[in-house]
Every structure is written in C-alpha cells, then in structure tokens.
C-alpha cells in the first residue's frame, strides 16, 4: 500500500503551468549575455503551444516535474503486517577462547572438531532462535573483551562468533574477569531481564577478579548466571605403548561452576558433546522464553530517493535534448 507523508506538497504540481500567467519582469540595463537566449525563449513558446507527443523535451520536463513532487511528497510502500514476538531480554554469552578449546573431543556430523567449533555451530542455532532479545558477547581467555554490545543485529552477531579464533584474548583463563565486564554491561538493565550464559572447559588461571566473589555482586546486581562446562570426558590417545584413554577435561573447575550458577539463581550444565551442548542450549531456551504476547508491525520502504534520481536523469535527457534542438534551429 502506497502512503504519502506530505500529501499536501501536491498543490505545487501545477505550478509551471501557472508561471506561464505570471506577468513579465521589467529590463534594466543590466545585460547578460547568452547567445541561444532566444532561441530557447521561441522554443520554449512553441512546446507550450503543440503537444506533448510532438514536443518530448517538453513531455520529459513534465515528468521530471511529476516525478519530483511527488518524491518531495515523501511517498512510503508499506509492505504486509508481519508478526514479531518481542522479550526484551538482554543477554550476554561470555565464550572461552583459551588454548584449552583447541581440544579435538566434540564431533559434528560424524567429523571430530575442537571445543570452540562445536560452541560456534550450537551458538548460531542458539542465536537464531532468539528473535526479539538483544544479545551480546563477551571472549575471555588471560584477558576478557567486550566483542559485541548488545544488539537486535543476530546475523553480525553470529559472524563475529565465527571468526573468533583459539587464543584471540590469551591461553589463560579469566572466568572472574568475563563475569565482571558482563556485569558492567548489564547493570543499567532492568532486574529481571538480564541473562548470561557462560562456557568454559577449564578453571580461573589469570584475571584479576575472583570467579566467586563477582558471581555474589551479580547476585546482587540481579544477574542471572547460567554456566556450561564443556569438553568431553573420555578420549583415545595414541601414546607410546599404544592407544590410551584419558580425561580431556581434567582441568574443569565444576564445583566453581555450580557455584557461580546456584549463588545468581542460574544452572551449571555439562556439556561432554555437540549433542548435549545443543539440548542445554534449548533448556536455556525454555528457561528464557520469550513473552507470549505478540506484536504486529508493517515495514516502511521509502521511494523518495528513487524518484529524485529519475527525475534528475529525466531532466538531464531533457536538456540534452534540448540543446541539440537548439544548435539545430541555429545552424
């Protein structure tokens, strides 16, 4: 449905008819020389006096003319009422980028991948899904970074979790520090709408902030913490004597998790492969819905620009055309 937002611009429309009633202006002895003057004057005469079809300068200037005002007019194609479900969360996903994620435990279809691929492939699901809620992201490895603030953008968010690399912000791990700089982004929300989810598969090694003394401000600042451990539990080697299996995630801190979940009122899960880590994510999903109540908004595409660039164009033809009328008529 096409709407104009200064319907009333319209009434200029026939304005280079009217001018042609206008009284003419007084010569001073002021003279500006230009040699096809009158030839466009005479010519100007003739196309008001012969028609349209006959005249196409004069038939382009009146569709340039058509064309600007009505761009002026500020005309909007407002497309079909579409159904959004708005939650107005606001949550924070903090993601290890330690040394340690680079461990090859997890499988996607069937091919064996790092701890930090299999986050980016659950995460983009994850993300997808939440339409409505503004997300951002927090790395964190000896250091922690704020790599998005929050934003309705889900697409730019899932490619700046794609191209995080293992040891982007260090080989250590700041679990205290991520949970700090989530919370600073957080603090100006409202108390029952600010989430994080935090995933790691090792323990605090570097920052400045102990993971438990910034789970109780969080607390106390109405974040709610829910923390994932990642990494699986039972993985074939091949060492000297032979294969051999060993615990990949023997440096898991759990009971710091559980911790840091049970003390902001969130859930520490384990995640031993891409499949659990996919049904946290949807728990969490559940456990953060989205509000039932439903909005309805019909998306506005302006057409101001496109009919200004063809009337330009159309009054660029016109006058090319015009002067060659006139060489013409001198010659």
């Known amino acids: 449905m096409l709407e104009f937002i200064w319907p009333w611009f319209f009434i200029a429309l026939p304005l280079p008819f009217l001018m042609r009633f206008a009284k003419p202006t007084v010569p001073n002895k002021t003279a500006v020389w230009w040699p096809n003057a009158g030839l466009i004057a005479q010519q100007t005469k003739n196309n008001f006096s012969k028609s349209f079809i006959k005249k196409p300068t004069t038939l382009l200037f009146f569709i340039s003319w058509l064309l600007l005002v009505t761009a002026i007019a500020r005309p909007v194609w407002i497309g079909a009422p579409t159904k959004i479900t708005p939650s107005g969360r606001d949550l924070f996903i903090a993601l290890d980028l330690s040394g340690s994620m680079q461990v090859t435990d997890m499988y996607i279809n069937d091919q064996t991948e790092d701890r930090l691929s299999s986050a980016k492939h659950v995460l983009n699901s994850f993300i997808k899904e939440r339409k409505g809620d503004r997300i951002g992201v927090i790395v ?163 057409l101001l620009h496109w009919l200004g660039l063809a009337s330009l164009i159309l009054t660029g033809i016109g006058l090319i055309l015009q002067n060659k009328a006139l060489i013409k008529e001198k010659e």
């Open 140 to 302: 964190f490895g000896t250091k922690a970074y704020l790599q998005a603030p929050l934003s309705y953008d889900l697409d730019t968010l899932s490619q700046l979790i794609n191209e995080n690399q293992i040891g982007f912000a260090g080989e250590q791990t700041a679990i205290g520090d991520a949970i700090g700089l989530g919370i600073k982004q957080l603090e100006e929300k409202e108390n029952d709408k600010k989430v994080m989810i935090l995933m790691t598969d090792g323990a605090n090694t570097a920052g400045r902030v102990q993971p438990f003394q910034a789970a109780e401000f969080a607390a106390t600042q109405h974040v709610k913490i829910h923390t994932i451990g990642i990494g699986a539990e039972e993985m074939v080697v091949q060492g000297f004597f032979g294969p051999k299996v060993i615990n990949p995630s023997s440096d898991l801190d759990e009971d710091l998790l559980k911790n840091i979940a049970s003390a902001t009122g969130g859930q520490y899960f384990r995640a031993r492969s891409t499949e659990e880590l996919s049904r946290i994510y949807e728990f969490i999903d559940e456990l953060e819905p989205t509000p039932s109540e439903s909005l309805w908004q019909r998306p506005k595409t302006t």
